[in-house]
């Protein structure tokens, strides 16, 4: 080959190989660019040589890339599980308190529908005007107690927490048990010292009397004749009191000592006979031999307190039942009961007569030497021996309060009874 010859086929295998090269880039860039387009559809392309370790690089990246959204779409998925669980209402606001997002519990809680709802201000949903002050005052570090307007009426404890770039969350909580205890416990206290000052007034008023007069004997022996009942209805409260607040704090179960019936029916007899002072006729009635599994103390004092009470509530000339009834004619249960004649209760007040302090008459209750924490007494000790108490009543006719206990507190009774 002549020397322009060589020349001429060197350079048309060297324009040969750049068109060869050029068609490929092209065609390489086609497919990074087709890739580029839509990443997410497909894989890098893959080529060899210098566009193979480009598109590998670009493979690891975009692995590296797949595996953090992943990783970030699970953290979403796990956080908003973890906010849907949570015994608190969340809702996500903006700087606006704006709805973004909330809980299940947030929903329930404010009535928020998370579609429907999102962009609407918050305060759309809480109308109460004191979260409008709370949200208005700006001062977040405490909460704000708001009532739900619906039935039952609930209350629930509302907080802002502010957090990022100008967002909120909206914590709500349902407060409505720990409410009714505070009120409770309110009550309780005001209960407690009202039923104390008014003795405690008649008290320090003769105390003054006494001081500040120059009394004979006689007088002061009177005085103090009339001062010993307010002491002795101070001193009923207390053991009250405390009674009922070692029953009520009683974690451990009540011992399982055997408690022979009989005796301990005998006992409340003469008991509810002393208190009579002959002005009922009063009745026992035994029918079943079985002794109760439990602690003594606790079932003399609710069945004293049942019995005293139909004495109190029972006008002279009436009659008092005490039955005692368990074995054949009741097998699944013992039965205790105490049946009067008295003035009886209307039936709207049955349901709260266990309630510490309530008296359908507060008058008469003091009068007979109630301090209205009776059957509290009964209902705290009863539930102690998984028994449960029942009230009939009629008014103007009497009533019947009944004591059930289960048979795995029922033992067959080591003292012969009669009947
Ligand atoms: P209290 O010390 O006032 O008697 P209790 O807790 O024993 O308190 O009883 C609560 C209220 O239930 C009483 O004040 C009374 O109004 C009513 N009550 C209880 N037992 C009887 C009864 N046998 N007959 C009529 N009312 C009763």
């Given at each position: 080959?002549?020397?322009?010859?060589?020349a001429?086929?060197?350079?048309?295998?060297?324009?040969?190989?750049?068109?060869?090269?050029?068609?490929?880039?092209w065609?390489?860039?086609?497919k990074?660019?087709?890739?580029a387009?839509?990443?997410h559809?497909?894989?890098?392309?893959?080529?060899r040589?210098?566009?193979?370790?480009?598109?590998?690089?670009?493979?690891?990246?975009?692995?590296a890339?797949?595996r953090?959204?992943?990783?970030?779409?699970?953290?979403?998925?796990?956080?908003?599980?973890?906010?849907?669980?949570?015994?608190?209402?969340?809702?996500?606001?903006d700087g606006?308190?704006?709805l973004?997002w909330?809980?299940?519990?947030?929903?329930?809680?404010?009535?928020?529908?998370p579609?429907?709802?999102?962009?609407q201000?918050?305060?759309?949903?809480?109308?109460?005007?004191?979260?409008?002050?709370?949200?208005?005052a700006?001062?977040?570090?405490?909460?704000?107690?708001?009532?739900?307007?619906?039935?039952?009426?609930?209350?629930?404890?509302?907080?802002?927490v502010p957090?990022?770039d100008?967002?909120?969350?909206?914590?709500?909580?349902?407060?409505?048990?720990?409410?009714?205890?505070e009120?409770?416990?309110?009550?309780?206290?005001?209960?407690?010292?009202?039923?104390?000052?008014?003795?405690?007034?008649?008290?320090?008023?003769?105390?003054?009397?006494?001081?500040?007069?120059?009394?004979?004997?006689a007088?002061?022996?009177?005085?103090?004749?009339l001062?010993a009942?307010q002491?002795?209805?101070m001193?009923r409260?207390?053991e009250d009191l405390?009674?009922?607040?070692?029953?009520?704090?009683?974690?451990?179960?009540?011992?399982?000592?055997?408690v022979?019936?009989?005796a301990?029916?005998?006992?409340?007899?003469?008991?509810?006979?002393?208190?009579?002072?002959?002005?009922?006729?009063?009745?026992?009635?035994?029918a079943?031999?079985?002794?109760?599994?439990?602690a003594?103390?606790?079932?003399?004092?609710a069945?004293?307190n049942?019995?005293?009470?139909?004495?109190?509530?029972?006008?002279?000339?009436?009659?008092?039942?005490?039955?005692?009834?368990?074995g054949?004619?009741?097998?699944?249960?013992?039965?205790?009961?105490?049946?009067?004649?008295?003035?009886?209760?209307?039936?709207?007040?049955?349901?709260?007569?266990?309630?510490?302090?309530?008296?359908?008459?507060?008058?008469?209750?003091?009068?007979?030497g109630?301090?209205?924490l009776?059957?509290?007494?009964?209902?705290?000790?009863?539930a102690?021996?998984?028994?449960?108490?029942?009230?009939?009543?009629?008014?103007?006719?009497?009533?019947?309060?009944?004591?059930?206990?289960?048979?795995?507190r029922?033992v067959p009774?080591?003292?012969k009874?009669?009947?």
């Amino acid at each position: 080959m002549s020397w322009p010859e060589l020349a001429l086929a060197l350079t048309a295998a060297a324009l040969a190989a750049s068109l060869w090269r050029n068609w490929r880039n092209w065609r390489e860039y086609r497919k990074l660019r087709r890739w580029a387009i839509q990443p997410h559809l497909e894989d890098p392309p893959e080529a060899r040589g210098g566009w193979g370790r480009v598109f590998d690089a670009l493979h690891r990246h975009r692995r590296a890339a797949l595996r953090r959204e992943r990783r970030l779409a699970e953290l979403i998925v796990r956080s908003r599980r973890g906010a849907q669980a949570l015994p608190y209402g969340v809702a996500l606001l903006d700087g606006e308190f704006r709805l973004d997002w909330c809980n299940v519990a947030a929903r329930e809680h404010l009535g928020l529908d998370p579609e429907r709802d999102r962009g609407q201000p918050v305060a759309n949903f809480v109308r109460d005007p004191a979260f409008a002050e709370y949200l208005r005052a700006d001062d977040f570090a405490q909460q704000v107690r708001v009532p739900t307007g619906g039935a039952p009426q609930r209350v629930l404890a509302l907080q802002i927490v502010p957090f990022g770039d100008d967002e909120n969350l909206l914590l709500s909580h349902d407060v409505t048990g720990a409410e009714r205890l505070e009120a409770m416990r309110r009550d309780f206290v005001a209960n407690v010292s009202h039923e104390l000052r008014t003795p405690l007034t008649v008290l320090a008023g003769f105390l003054e009397t006494i001081q500040d007069l120059k009394l004979d004997a006689a007088r002061v022996r009177d005085y103090v004749g009339l001062m010993a009942p307010q002491a002795e209805r101070m001193k009923r409260l207390i053991e009250d009191l405390l009674t009922l607040s070692a029953l009520e704090h009683a974690t451990a179960p009540p011992p399982q000592e055997r408690v022979a019936l009989r005796a301990l029916l005998e006992r409340v007899k003469s008991e509810a006979e002393l208190l009579s002072g002959g002005r009922h006729r009063i009745s026992l009635d035994i029918a079943g031999a079985h002794d109760l599994l439990g602690a003594e103390t606790e079932l003399a004092s609710a069945f004293i307190n049942l019995a005293s009470n139909a004495v109190r509530y029972t006008p002279a000339g009436g009659e008092i039942r005490m039955r005692w009834c368990s074995g054949p004619q009741r097998p699944d249960d013992g039965e205790f009961s105490v049946e009067d004649t008295g003035i009886g209760i209307e039936p709207e007040h049955l349901p709260r007569l266990t309630e510490r302090f309530y008296r359908v008459d507060r008058s008469r209750s003091r009068e007979t030497g109630g301090t209205g924490l009776g059957l509290s007494i009964v209902k705290h000790a009863l539930a102690r021996h998984h028994a449960s108490l029942s009230i009939e009543s009629a008014p103007g006719k009497g009533s019947r309060f009944a004591a059930h206990f289960p048979a795995s507190r029922l033992v067959p009774a080591l003292q012969k009874v009669a009947n």
